[in-house]
Every structure is written in C-alpha cells, then in structure tokens.
C-alpha cells in the first residue's frame, strides 16, 4: 500500500512536470551552456517539493480561495515571459547566444538564481498543479500514506530537474555550432512569446 501511494505520487507529478515549459527551458538551456546547473537543479527541486508539500498539508485551498493573487501571478508572468522571449529573439538575430563550454558568455550565478525564481514562482500554473491539483489528488490517501504519496511526488521532481539538468551536456558538441544556438534561441522566443500570449488571452481557472 506505501509502495502503491508512492508510485501514485511519482507519477502524477512526473506527468505534470516533464512537459515543455519555460522553466524546464531554461534548465535546458543553462544545462548545454553548463553554467550553474546544480544551483537550478536544487532550486528548481526545492521549490517544487515546497509546493508540493505545501499543497498536501492543505494550503492549495487557500490558493483557490484567492484568484485574484493568481491574476497577479499571470500579468507579472506574462510580463517575465515576454520580456525574456524578446531577449532570446535577439540573440537569434544577433548570434550572439554561441557559448561553448569554456566559460565563453559566462553570467553570473545571481542572475541565473534570479531567473530561476522568476521561471517557478511567477508560472501561476505552478501553483495550481503542485498545490491544488496534487494537493486534492493526496486527499485520496489517508493519514501516513498521503506523505508517502507526497514523497513519492518530490522524487518524481529531483529525478526530472537533475536528469535534464546534467543530461543537457550531451547536447553539447551540437551546441558548438552558433547556427544550433541561433535555432535553439528562436524556439525559446517563439516559445515564450507563445505562453505569454497565451497567460493573457486565457483566464486562469
């Protein structure tokens, strides 16, 4: 029964996390430029298992209780989103997104954690996946097995952030061409662009 509520957990939360998402492209993208990695990946983690945790010890009812904090959350997003989709758009057109593995374009590690931050807590979605949605789905579970459920959950979200994170190396020699990095930083700008529109034209709910 523990094993059975753990899988449960591991694989709900893997369902919702291993998508294409602003977040997971920009743990993509600092994975390939090997920049900073484990500090994504152990924030990225954390996060996600405090808001997992926090969504099975019941605080994802407040969170619905409160829409109009989640509007909040999907202006200041869509606003984050554009802005930085406009950013990898210029490197596209620029070519100046070519960094190879020596350091060359290196930033600094605040910057990267601040973007990492603004990837996971401005992303409304964020909230309602790992809060409500988990959160209602542990409800299931009775007593121990609603933490097993929960534990199960955030293993599912170390082993995603740390296999992408690290796992992007191996794309690294095809990274060493500025034309993959003039394609991979169009795609992240259509793609931005394209969830900004979408937190804008689409009411959460």
Same mark, same amino acid.
């Given at each position: 029964? @523990?094993? +059975? %509520?753990?899988?449960?957990?591991? $694989?709900?939360? *893997?369902?919702?996390?291993? =998508?294409? #998402?602003?977040?997971? /492209?920009?743990?993509?993208?600092?994975?390939?430029?090997?920049?900073?990695?484990?500090?994504?990946?152990?924030?990225?983690?954390?996060?996600?298992?405090?808001?997992?945790?926090?969504?099975?010890?019941?605080?994802?009812?407040?969170?619905?209780? @409160?829409? +109009? %904090?989640?509007?909040?959350?999907? $202006?200041?997003? *869509?606003?984050?989103?554009? =802005?930085? #989709?406009?950013?990898? /758009?210029?490197?596209?057109?620029?070519?100046?997104?070519?960094?190879?593995?020596?350091?060359?374009?290196?930033?600094?590690?605040?910057?990267?954690?601040?973007?990492?931050?603004?990837?996971?807590?401005?992303?409304?979605?964020?909230?309602?996946?790992?809060?409500?949605?988990?959160?209602?789905?542990?409800?299931?579970?009775?007593?121990?097995?609603?933490?097993?459920?929960?534990?199960? /959950?955030?293993?599912?979200?170390?082993?995603?952030?740390?296999?992408?994170?690290?796992?992007?190396?191996?794309?690294?020699?095809?990274?060493?061409?500025?034309?993959?990095?003039?394609?991979?930083?169009?795609?992240?700008?259509?793609?931005?662009?394209?969830?900004?529109?979408?937190?804008?034209?689409?009411?959460?709910?």
């Amino acid at each position: 029964m @523990y094993f +059975s %509520a753990a899988v449960a957990g591991f $694989f709900a939360s *893997a369902g919702l996390i291993i =998508a294409i #998402g602003a977040q997971n /492209a920009f743990i993509l993208r600092q994975g390939i430029k090997h920049q900073h990695v484990t500090l994504v990946v152990i924030m990225c983690a954390l996060s996600d298992i405090a808001l997992i945790l926090l969504g099975v010890a019941g605080v994802g009812a407040l969170v619905q209780q @409160y829409p +109009s %904090a989640l509007q909040v959350l999907r $202006f200041g997003g *869509a606003a984050f989103l554009g =802005a930085y #989709g406009l950013m990898a /758009a210029r490197r596209a057109i620029k070519g100046s997104g070519a960094l190879t593995a020596s350091g060359e374009g290196h930033e600094s590690w605040r910057r990267a954690a601040l973007t990492c931050l603004a990837f996971t807590f401005l992303n409304p979605h964020v909230y309602l996946d790992t809060m409500v949605l988990l959160g209602s789905i542990s409800t299931r579970y009775q007593d121990d097995l609603r933490w097993i459920f929960a534990a199960g /959950a955030c293993t599912a979200s170390v082993v995603w952030f740390t296999t992408l994170g690290y796992g992007a190396r191996m794309m690294q020699p095809v990274f060493r061409n500025p034309r993959a990095w003039r394609v991979l930083d169009g795609s992240i700008a259509v793609f931005m662009l394209t969830l900004c529109g979408l937190l804008l034209a689409r009411p959460l709910g």
